[in-house]
């Protein structure tokens, strides 16, 4: 593919990924607050008139109201909203965006050699059969174990998704890896509401149109999936942002790490949703808190010394920059404007080579150019004897 159009493609999807993903999470926050929120009608027609609860809010200059039926109101109101199209327009969006960056260049960034010994088919069809698996298991789940108790469901879905976590950090290059694991949740949260919520609002709204009391159960497993998908978000999000951070994917037990973030970032949908319902649970931030401080230190790389007891020049390792990184950080557009093709670009930039070629070992990307461990090293003691 041109790189030109490849970067344009690039940026209308995250554009428009971003912006749909935004609509849908701000919805999805809005309406699992609304609903926490809820308290009994004060008026005695409301309650006649089968309002289950109400909500008073304040914001951009006017107070609203917002009633929530137990089922449906007497008659077909008009117009009625559906919140639909946020949510397939992010995946849609999301999973094009991973497939332009991901599969048209699986080669660069979904396959790593020193990974696992992928073809570039191989890598594709494995991630596209792991998105497929995740909603069914998980839809499996939902229907058994989770017609039975909600706590095992999340006990057992946890450590489907440190397995899923651990299994794309075996198959995939560390970056692709955690955006495997985010698509794969994303898809999820997207079936969600194509499988199961809005077929069950249809429904609701065919009985209210026949003139028949609508069926409880699949308003319930709706309301179910979308509180599900609630807590989902903040772990898929991460999986987006993770990528800027080598740290985080390249630690030597990069799949643990993504499970403990996720368990962080769901817990911060579990304390406020218990706000949202009047309860003040201190106890989740404050072990948050502790919890990231405890993950930032074991993650904290190593101070890079020297293999030798002499100093190490940049004649020596000009080589390493030439035949390893300069294939790609060269030319007119190289990634993120960085280029290596003089010592001057290269020492401005020795910070970030530590992290990303030493300590991290994020690149080059796949270790496509084959930078050797020896390599590495030299690498580090001439930044060590730079200092």
């Known amino acids: ?81 559906w919140f639909k199209w946020e949510a397939y327009t992010t995946w849609l969006s999301g999973f094009a965006l991973f497939v332009l960056l991901y599969y048209v260049d699986a080669d660069l960034r979904l396959v790593d050699p020193t990974t696992a010994d992928l073809d570039d088919w191989q890598a594709i069809a494995l991630s596209v059969a792991g998105v497929a698996l995740a909603w069914l298991v998980y839809d499996v789940l939902c229907r058994t174990v989770g017609q039975r108790s909600r706590v095992a469901l999340a006990v057992i879905g946890t450590a489907l998704v440190a397995l899923a976590a651990w299994g794309a950090g075996e198959l995939f290059a560390p970056r692709a890896a955690y955006l495997q694991v985010g698509v794969m949740l994303g898809t999820i949260m997207a079936a969600n509401v194509f499988v199961v919520i809005i077929p069950a609002h249809r429904k609701l709204v065919a009985a209210m149109e026949a003139g028949r009391e609508p069926d409880p159960a699949p308003l319930l497993e709706a309301k179910n999936r979308s509180v599900h998908n609630n807590y989902l978000t903040l772990p898929v999000l991460f999986t ?23 368990v962080l970032t769901a817990l911060i949908r579990v304390f406020f949703n218990r706000w949202h319902a009047g309860r003040r649970e201190w106890w989740i ?21 020297p293999a030798t007891g002499e100093n190490v020049t940049f004649e020596q390792v000009a080589p390493i920059f030439s035949t390893r990184c300069a294939p790609c950080h060269s030319g007119a557009s190289p990634p993120l404007g960085i280029r290596f093709e003089t010592r001057q670009e290269i020492e401005a930039r020795i910070d970030d080579i530590e992290r990303q070629a030493v300590q991290t070992r994020a690149m080059p990307p ?19 004897a730079s200092r």
Do not use: C
């Not at 999807?13 to 609903?35: E, K, N, T």
């Not at 800027?244 to 990069?254: I, Q």
């Not at 072990?287 to 010394?305: D, F, H, I, N, R």
């Not at 084959?370 to 690498?379: I, P, S």
């Open 1 to 81: 593919m041109d790189p030109y159009l490849k970067d344009v493609l690039d940026v209308l999807l995250r554009m428009l990924h971003v912006v749909a993903g935004i609509a849908w999470i701000g919805a999805s926050f809005y309406f699992v607050r609304l609903d926490l929120a809820l308290r009994a009608p004060k008026r005695s027609e409301d309650t006649e008139a089968g309002v289950a609860g109400e909500f008073w809010g304040v914001h951009g200059g006017g107070l609203y109201h917002s009633q929530k039926y137990r089922l449906a109101p007497a008659e077909m109101p008009e117009p009625l909203h």
């Open 240 to 262: 987006m942002l993770a990528g800027h951070f080598a740290f985080v994917f390249g630690a030597d037990e990069a799949w643990l790490v993504f499970v403990l973030i996720a």
């Open 285 to 305: 931030p404050a072990v948050s808190v502790l919890a990231v401080v405890g993950l930032a230190l074991w993650l904290q790389p190593e101070e890079t010394k």
């Open 366 to 384: 796949g270790n496509q150019t084959g930078m050797t461990d020896d390599e590495r090293e030299l690498l580090g003691a001439w930044i060590t």
